[in-house]
């Protein structure tokens, strides 16, 4: 059976014969491994669509639990992502990220315009392209149902004041419940994280990707952000380490 639809090209492996393993971010049938003999080199409209970073139209043959691209064209190339070592370490990030919240076979339309729209602000942004990566983060992870409660404190209600947030209890936790959360021996799952960085958080869940165009976060802020996002999505996804995130810990 033929079928098509728009995707995004996660990962890619050759195998023999110049054929290749291309795991497929598909928006109308989610993420599927396909095989293929579309070589990304040589600039045919096929290859053309096989490179990384781009929104492509994929035709594919369906066998039974199979599926084969036969064909491809670009619809729109992120290609300067490519071209910028900083962009491109970020971009692998988010790649390797959505794939692995993915579910395979499962459509997730509303993160694929989320990525699509990501790839479209990375490649023109000049600075500060981790803020970008930890909006996405935060927005996927809201779309994929797993956001934390940022508004009033998990354990009362409360709205303030603050203290932390406790990843293991999903949110924030207000001054009078800062002992009722158990001290943890992992002390990465508790963060005394300050209004100022929770309503960054918010802001991020609030508000599109486009309106951070002109905004980037301090270093401190930005990297306490970082490992907030990172352990809450260890924790509540177990996407654990991932092999594109050194590049972050050496900045
Ligand atoms: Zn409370």
Redesign the pocket.
């Known amino acids: 059976m033929y079928i098509d639809s728009e995707g995004i090209i996660l990962r890619q492996t050759k195998t023999t014969n110049g054929r290749r393993m291309v795991l497929l971010f598909s928006k109308k049938y989610g993420k599927i491994s396909a095989g293929s003999s579309i070589s990304e080199k040589g600039s045919s409209k096929a290859a053309l669509a096989m490179r990384p970073f781009t929104f492509g139209r994929y035709e594919l043959f369906k066998n039974r639990d199979n599926y084969h691209i036969n064909s491809a064209e670009v619809l729109k190339s992120f290609y300067k992502i490519g071209e910028d070592v900083d962009k491109y370490m970020c971009a692998s990030y988010v790649l390797e990220f959505t794939e692995k919240l993915l579910v395979e076979e499962q459509p997730a339309a509303q993160l694929f315009h989320l990525l699509i729209d990501f790839f479209g602000l990375l490649e023109m942004r000049r600075k500060k392209y981790e803020t970008l990566v930890s909006a996405y983060q935060l927005k996927a992870m809201a779309i994929a149902g797993t956001a934390p409660q940022l508004s009033s404190?998990v354990?009362?209600?409360?709205r303030e004041p603050i203290a932390g947030f406790s990843v293991k209890e999903g949110g924030i936790?207000?001054d009078?419940?800062q002992n009722k959360i158990p001290a943890d021996r992992n002390v990465s799952l508790i963060f005394h994280a300050d209004i100022g960085t929770i309503n960054i958080l918010k802001y991020f869940l609030d508000h599109p990707l486009s309106s951070l165009e002109k905004i980037g976060l301090d270093d401190e802020i930005q990297k306490q952000i970082r490992m907030m996002l990172r352990s809450y999505s260890e924790y509540h996804l177990g996407i654990g380490s991932l092999k594109s995130e050194s590049f972050f810990d050496q900045k």
């Open positions: 404190c354990l009362c209600g409360r936790f207000c009078s419940c």
